[in-house]
């Protein structure tokens, strides 16, 4: 069963399904999405800058056709406002470069920033935005379940004028809630000081696994009621031959990857594995019916390297 699900405290009546499937990078979508769907996923994550919004849709919108005993609103799409306006000519320049920039903001996607500018972090441009990932995913899915800013990079009066627009968005119907991703402590008190914030944000998307846990931020978001969600749960596949990652996969009789994610689930955490090939995609659903022992998820919560465990570009802390 892949489709347990918790409460989104600050947008209720909302929840959000605890198992969801990653698209970013997928050569596949619509038979990943498919696939997924059929093993009973219920949470789909897509964004502006993976260029597969439409196959996801359209996805979902075949599963939702050939399987009239699931409705849409048993169906939870995420999707996210990237920075710059993808649908301008010539965008997106270097898709690479644009979703991984180097750390010190060189390269190509410096000269499309500047060449750009932040229009899509704007007011009038995120309810554009927010319509063009409306449309982009087709006829059959009327409004997203959930909208995230995708990170905190154009500062804090960019950051501020895009989430007004994402309010709009919630109060016209089309987004039920909204979020933010890659976002710092700071990032989202200063955000909910403005007297225009009348949304907190429901999500905090980042980066989490055993080896980049970001204790603190996560702790200060479940406290407020923020649910975090975990991007790259297994480490891209990258560090799922740990030594003890092994030796507890063999105590449970269960997969790596199954034991990384179980963990992100015992702490609280929404996980949105990535994988186009139909076994794994299953794999990773089996989820439910066993737990780690306390003892083991200690040993795994002590594998943590602080944020010099991150795999990609994204400190929250190192944003403006
Ligand atoms: N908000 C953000 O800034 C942000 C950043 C990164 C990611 N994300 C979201 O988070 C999702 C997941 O993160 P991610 O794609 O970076 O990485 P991930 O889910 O940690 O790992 C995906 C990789 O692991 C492999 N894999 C999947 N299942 C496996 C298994 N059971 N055993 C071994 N390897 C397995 C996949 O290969 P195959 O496909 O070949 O199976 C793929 O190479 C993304 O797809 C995206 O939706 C968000």
Request: charged share 20%; glycine share 8%; net charge negative.
């Amino acid at each position: 069963m892949a489709s347990q699900s918790i409460p989104l405290p600050l947008a209720s009546p909302l929840s959000i399904p605890l198992l969801g499937l990653g698209v970013f990078q997928s050569t596949k979508t619509h038979s990943s999405v498919l696939s997924a769907l059929s093993s009973g996923y219920r949470h789909l994550d897509t964004a502006q800058i993976y260029c597969n919004e439409s196959a996801t849709g359209a996805a979902v919108a075949e599963f939702l056709s050939k399987n009239p005993s699931v409705s849409r609103s048993d169906i939870f799409i995420c999707s996210k406002l990237w920075e710059v306006d993808l649908s301008l000519p010539g965008m997106p320049p270097d898709f690479e470069s644009m979703a991984h920039p180097p750390p010190d903001g060189s390269g190509a996607w410096k000269t499309s920033v500047a060449r750009l500018g932040f229009t899509s972090y704007t007011k009038e441009g995120a309810i554009d935005g927010f319509n063009r990932s409306l449309e982009a995913m087709g006829p059959g899915i009327d409004y997203i379940d959930l909208y995230l800013l995708h990170n905190p990079r154009p500062g804090p009066t960019a950051r501020l004028q895009a989430w007004l627009g994402l309010q709009e968005a919630v109060k016209s119907g089309k987004a039920k809630a909204i979020g933010v991703s890659n976002w710092s402590k700071r990032h989202i008190e200063e955000l909910i000081a403005n007297g225009e914030v009348d949304i907190t944000p429901a999500v905090n998307q980042i980066e989490f696994h055993p080896w980049c846990q970001h204790k603190e931020l996560v702790e200060y978001c479940q406290q407020k009621g923020i649910v975090v969600v975990a991007y790259s749960p297994l480490t891209q596949g990258t560090r799922l031959g740990d030594p003890v990652i092994s030796e507890i996969s063999e105590k449970y009789g269960k997969t790596p990857a199954q034991v990384v994610l179980r963990w992100c689930l015992q702490r609280g955490v929404v996980v949105i594995p990535k994988s186009d090939r139909k076994q794994r995609i299953q794999e990773n659903s089996q989820l439910w019916g066993w737990e780690l022992a306390d003892e083991d998820m200690e040993r795994i919560t002590a594998l943590d390297e602080g944020i010099s465990g991150k795999l990609g570009e994204w400190d929250p802390d190192a944003w403006e």
